[in-house]
């Protein structure tokens, strides 16, 4: 797989993938319409919306815990090291490398675990927000 090849894939991977909710939508509303509008309108919220934000939560959940272990025992080694009178400053400079360095993958998960809590907020706000009952088209003519 060469540059060009990789290029593409992200260039037009967010592309591709709006296009496959597009047509995941399409396909819900055409199946669900017909029996009850909000519960389809429900349907696609929670499918679209809500599983994938809470999936994106879960999986930055599951990967902070272990990196927040890696800081830690990472903040113990420079404490250690930087108390220690023999240390030279390559090794304080190390220590304090490698502890900046899980503070940033830290950071970076608990960022997407709050996009993540985001759009299942903006799944659940929609959801609540849908009217009971379908609004009748021709009610206001």
Same mark, same amino acid.
């Given at each position: ?6 290029? /593409? ?5 967010? #592309? $591709? @993938? &709006? ?9 819900? *509303?055409? +199946? ?5 509008? /909000? ?5 696609? #919220? $929670? @499918? &679209? ?9 879960? *999986?930055? +959940? ?80």
């Amino acid at each position: 797989m060469g540059r060009r090849s990789i290029f /593409v894939y992200f260039a037009l991977g967010p #592309l $591709l @993938l &709006l296009r496959l909710i597009e047509k995941l939508h399409i396909f819900f *509303v055409r +199946a669900c319409l017909g029996r009850n509008a /909000v519960k389809s309108r429900i349907l696609i #919220l $929670l @499918l &679209l919306v809500v599983l994938p934000g809470f999936s994106a939560s879960a *999986v930055c +959940a599951y990967y902070l815990v272990p990196e927040w272990a890696a800081l830690t025992a990472s903040n113990q080694n420079y404490r250690r090291v930087s108390a220690s009178p023999s240390a030279t400053e390559k090794e304080i400079l190390r220590a304090k490398t490698a502890q900046e360095i899980h503070r940033i993958n830290c950071l970076a998960e608990c960022v997407g675990l709050l996009l993540g809590g985001i759009i299942v907020s903006i799944g659940i706000q929609g959801i609540c927000i849908l009217p009971q009952k379908p609004i009748a088209r021709n009610e206001g003519r």
